[in-house]
Every structure is written in C-alpha cells, then in structure tokens.
C-alpha cells in the first residue's frame, strides 16, 4: 500500500514569509497528525485530526500556525509568518483509529 | 502527564557487538511504548511496540526490548550491530484513551557503528 505523502520535500523562505505544507494520508486512515521535529529533538506532536475534526492542537502555536483537514482526507498546514525558529521538519503521520502511527518522509523548512 | 527520558544522546559500537539504547518513562497510565528508527532523509519507521502484553517485545531486524514496570524502563537491544544500524532511534509513549493516539517522543539516541 501507498505510504503517507508530504510536499514539499524542502523548502526555504526569509523570515516573515508565509509557508504551506501538504499531506496524503494512507488511504482509510482516519487520524491524521501533524509533527514539528527541530534538529537534534525528537518530534513534537502539533495537531491531532480525527476525520476533519480537531482531537487536540494544545500545541499548535495558533498566532502563526493553522491547519485544516476539510474533507477528511488530505491536510494543509501553514505558518504565516515564519520565525527562524519554525525552522525545523515537518512530518506527517496517520492512523487506523488508535494504532500505529504512520510516517511520511517529512519537510525540511529552512527560515532565513 | 506522560515524558521519556532517553539517557543516552550517542551510542557508539563496533560490529558485531552488542546494542543497549536506554529509556525510562513516566506515565499516568498503563502506557504503550514504542521504538521507532529514523534514517537520515527518511521517515520514522516502528520497530517493535508494547501494549500491555508479553513484557519482551521483539521487532524487525533483531532488535528487542523489555518492559520493566518495577523500573519504568523500556531499554532497545540488539545482540549484534550491523553497519545499516546506524540511525537515529527514538523512544515514545503513549496513553491511549479516547482521546486517541498521544505520542510523546524522547529526545533521541544516535547510535553509530564503526566497522
């Protein structure tokens, strides 16, 4: 079966720029998570969706950070505007209700 | 709340012997524990997991690990390294309830394997 698919791969903006990243979920996963990894950490869950509903996005610094699930498949997550600090990989992962999580391959931002 | 400790940030060995990646957890919960394994430039892939069942839990390429509730620790071993061992591994928990799946991630441990 098809993996999680995140785009970009990379993707490098100045400071104050607006980013978007995109996720596919495997097909039937109704949870879908998404993570912020800074180098040298291990990731740091940002927002849970069930559905295109949100479980928990305690997390998500929602000045700057938003994220949307409209038809309950594919997702969107944008900051506007980056800080240098939002440098970081961005990974997506799925699930079957609550078992293992799946990963995608992730996205490097680089803020200038 | 839920946290991991892994207590080692490098592990390095030589190939052909053995591999102890170190965690202790804490939890409010019967927890489920995980090790996933990260290469560079690819996602996260799971090892093995425990929930709630045998206490020795053994996962793909020969990596096992033991649950020790006495302790809180959940330690990766591996009785001999390979050279495609070299990663980044992590240690999570989570409490599953209805809310659904929370994972909450160690910091990591990079094990490197001289030849």
């Known amino acids: 079966e098809a993996g999680v698919a995140q785009s970009p791969r990379y993707k490098i903006i100045e400071k104050r720029q607006s980013v978007a990243f995109w996720c596919n979920p495997i097909?039937?996963?109704?949870?879908l998570y998404w993570y912020q990894q800074i180098l040298g950490q291990g990731p740091k869950l940002l927002i849970q969706?069930?559905?295109?509903?949100?479980?928990?996005d305690s997390q998500l610094p929602k000045d700057r950070f938003s994220a949307e699930r409209l038809k309950g498949v594919d997702s969107t997550l944008k900051i506007q505007p980056a800080k240098l600090e939002d440098s970081a990989v961005y990974l997506c992962?799925?699930?079957?209700?609550?078992?293992?999580?799946?990963f995608g391959p992730g996205t490097r931002l680089t803020v200038l | 709340a839920q946290s991991v400790t892994q207590l080692d940030s490098h592990v390095s060995v030589s190939e052909g012997t053995p591999v102890l990646l170190r965690c202790n957890y804490s939890?409010?919960?019967?927890?489920?524990l995980f090790w996933y394994v990260q290469h560079p430039n690819k996602g996260l892939q799971l090892l093995l997991k425990?929930?709630?069942?045998?206490?020795l839990v053994k996962g793909i390429n020969g990596f096992e690990a033991e649950f020790k509730k006495s302790e809180t620790s959940f330690h990766l071993t591996k009785p001999s390294a390979h050279m495609s061992d070299a990663a980044e591994y992590f240690c999570?928990?989570?409490?599953?309830?209805?809310?659904?799946?929370?994972?909450?991630f160690g910091g990591g441990t990079r094990l490197m394997v001289k030849p």
């Open positions: 992962a799925s699930s079957f209700g609550i078992n293992e999580q799946f």
């Open positions: 999570v928990v989570s409490d599953m309830d209805n809310a659904g799946n929370m994972l909450t």
């Open positions: 425990y929930t709630s069942a045998a206490t």
């Open positions: 939890s409010s919960y019967s927890p489920s």
């Open positions: 969706f069930q559905n295109n509903g949100v479980v928990d």
């Open positions: 097909s039937g996963h109704a949870t």
